[in-house]
């Protein structure tokens, strides 16, 4: 039993030294000591939930850069909360943070995630410096209620893919006083207030299955709203002529309408603003045209572009020994053509070349020997090409002389 004593408090010094990161298998049931292997010289508080998983529970460091590594799984409610001293988030992997994970972080500038995110309740609240949020894959499930509000400072949220689809919970970006930007595809739900005082958001486009939840989405309320929203404070649509007071939050008294709360320091701010006119980009047919309609926002119906037919009747106009001059009949609507060869070392139809014309001739090929093909037509949309399906495969061989 004194055996066991010696050797559990060896082990703890030893982690809390930095100089033992990992508790090896065998000691974990026989010393009875609750220790999850993280070096103590980590500023991140790291644990393993029951399922093996592994989550920031903590913070000690000293501030500015905050790295998460890959395998990190989440983080837990209020594992960041209230601290004045972070200054940027990197997550390594994905990103999903729990209830207030972040909220209150009032030094906070930028957020970058390699991977794919979830924003629980609250999970960046009161982040009056915050700017930007750049996040490389997918929104997964929810920016949930609450999410980005008061984050009077944030101007962009860039969201890579479309991986998974997700909802924008009540509130989730409430008096984001500064936000221009948002991409928001594979959104499928937007609840009351999402949007509500984004004064200088101009533009949002709404995907094709969006639905509405309650009332007010996008709008402004006027006058000072304290933290818990006064339901009772009128909300309208931006005229984009029409000035109002709104009240938000910020780290420093830089106005005489300041006054001390007791929020993580910040101070409150009652400001004259003219709300931007937003104007919703609304597929037809959509209830996100509806809603626009009914709350009488300003909105922009998409064109949707039939997608161009793929070619047909790809044949050999001319070959020889080492070229094969391809032609195809001209798709109605198509500005050029893209021409895929394929590689047998790799399994895959490579591009070849882009041409203007119905026809292209390929070099430098053997003789006598077989290739395949295949074409896709091209449509010229805001200066970018948009490609159609690609066609059947169509093999040819060389001349053998």
């Given at each position: 039993?004194?055996?066991?004593?010696?050797?559990s408090?060896?082990?703890?010094?030893?982690?809390?030294?930095?100089?033992?990161?990992?508790?090896?298998?065998?000691?974990?049931?026989?010393?009875?000591?609750a220790?999850?292997?993280?070096?103590?010289?980590?500023?991140?508080?790291?644990?393993?939930?029951?399922?093996?998983?592994?989550?920031?529970?903590?913070?000690?460091?000293?501030?500015?850069?905050?790295?998460?590594?890959?395998?990190?799984?989440?983080?837990?409610?209020?594992?960041?909360?209230?601290?004045?001293?972070?200054?940027?988030?990197?997550?390594?992997?994905?990103?999903?943070?729990?209830?207030?994970?972040?909220?209150?972080?009032?030094k906070?500038?930028?957020?970058?995630?390699?991977?794919?995110?979830?924003?629980?309740?609250?999970?960046?609240?009161?982040?009056?410096?915050?700017?930007?949020?750049?996040?490389?894959?997918?929104?997964?499930?929810?920016?949930?209620?609450?999410?980005?509000?008061?984050?009077?400072?944030?101007?962009?949220?860039k969201?890579?893919?479309?991986?998974?689809?997700?909802?924008?919970?009540?509130?989730?970006?409430?008096?984001?006083?500064n936000?221009?930007?948002?991409?928001?595809?594979?959104?499928?739900?937007?609840?009351?207030?999402?949007?509500?005082?984004?004064?200088?958001?101009?533009?949002?486009?709404?995907?094709?299955?969006?639905?509405?939840?309650?009332?007010?989405?996008?709008?402004?309320?006027?006058?000072?709203?304290?933290?818990?929203?006064?339901?009772?404070?009128?909300?309208?649509?931006?005229?984009?002529?029409?000035?109002?007071?709104?009240?938000?939050?910020?780290?420093?008294?830089?106005?005489?309408?300041?006054?001390?709360?007791?929020?993580?320091g910040?101070?409150?701010?009652?400001?004259?603003?003219?709300?931007?006119?937003?104007?919703?980009?609304?597929?037809?047919?959509?209830?996100?045209?509806?809603?626009?309609?009914?709350?009488?926002?300003s909105?922009?119906?998409?064109?949707?572009?039939?997608?161009?037919?793929?070619?047909?009747?790809?044949?050999?106009?001319?070959?020889?020994?080492?070229?094969?001059?391809?032609?195809?009949?001209?798709?109605?609507?198509?500005?050029?053509?893209?021409?895929?060869?394929?590689?047998?070392?790799?399994?895959?139809?490579?591009?070849?070349?882009?041409?203007?014309?119905?026809?292209?001739?390929?070099?430098?090929?053997?003789?006598?020997?077989?290739?395949?093909?295949?074409?896709?037509?091209?449509?010229?949309?805001?200066?970018k090409?948009?490609?159609?399906?690609?066609?059947?495969?169509?093999?040819?061989?060389t001349?053998?002389?």
């Amino acid at each position: 039993m004194e055996n066991k004593k010696i050797l559990s408090c060896a082990l703890a010094v030893m982690l809390s030294l930095g100089t033992l990161t990992a508790l090896p298998e065998q000691f974990n049931d026989k010393l009875g000591i609750a220790i999850t292997a993280e070096a103590a010289s980590s500023d991140l508080i790291i644990s393993t939930d029951s399922d093996g998983g592994k989550y920031v529970s903590g913070y000690k460091g000293n501030g500015g850069e905050v790295v998460i590594p890959a395998d990190v799984n989440y983080v837990s409610d209020e594992a960041f909360k209230g601290n004045d001293k972070i200054t940027s988030i990197t997550a390594k992997g994905d990103l999903y943070a729990w209830e207030s994970a972040f909220e209150g972080c009032t030094k906070l500038k930028k957020v970058t995630v390699a991977g794919n995110a979830y924003f629980y309740i609250d999970a960046f609240a009161y982040c009056a410096d915050l700017q930007t949020v750049e996040i490389k894959g997918s929104i997964d499930e929810a920016i949930g209620a609450g999410a980005f509000e008061f984050c009077s400072s944030l101007k962009s949220v860039k969201i890579g893919k479309h991986e998974f689809d997700y909802f924008i919970g009540e509130k989730a970006f409430f008096n984001c006083l500064n936000l221009k930007s948002i991409n928001i595809d594979g959104c499928t739900e937007i609840y009351s207030n999402a949007f509500t005082n984004c004064v200088n958001l101009t533009s949002l486009t709404i995907p094709k299955g969006t639905a509405f939840r309650g009332k007010n989405a996008i709008g402004y309320s006027s006058g000072r709203i304290n933290e818990d929203l006064d339901e009772e404070a009128e909300t309208r649509v931006a005229d984009g002529k029409t000035s109002v007071y709104i009240f938000y939050y910020t780290n420093s008294p830089d106005s005489i309408w300041y006054y001390k709360v007791d929020w993580y320091g910040l101070y409150g701010n009652l400001l004259k603003y003219t709300p931007k006119k937003t104007t919703v980009n609304v597929y037809p047919g959509s209830s996100a045209l509806t809603y626009a309609k009914n709350n009488g926002l300003s909105y922009k119906v998409i064109e949707e572009d039939d997608e161009l037919a793929s070619p047909e009747n790809i044949r050999a106009s001319a070959k020889t020994k080492n070229s094969i001059t391809l032609k195809w009949d001209k798709v109605a609507g198509a500005d050029a053509y893209k021409v895929y060869m394929y590689n047998s070392k790799t399994g895959k139809y490579e591009e070849y070349k882009t041409v203007t014309s119905n026809s292209c001739t390929i070099k430098d090929l053997k003789k006598n020997t077989k290739y395949k093909f295949k074409v896709s037509a091209l449509d010229k949309v805001n200066s970018k090409y948009k490609e159609g399906e690609k066609s059947d495969p169509v093999a040819i061989t060389t001349k053998k002389k």
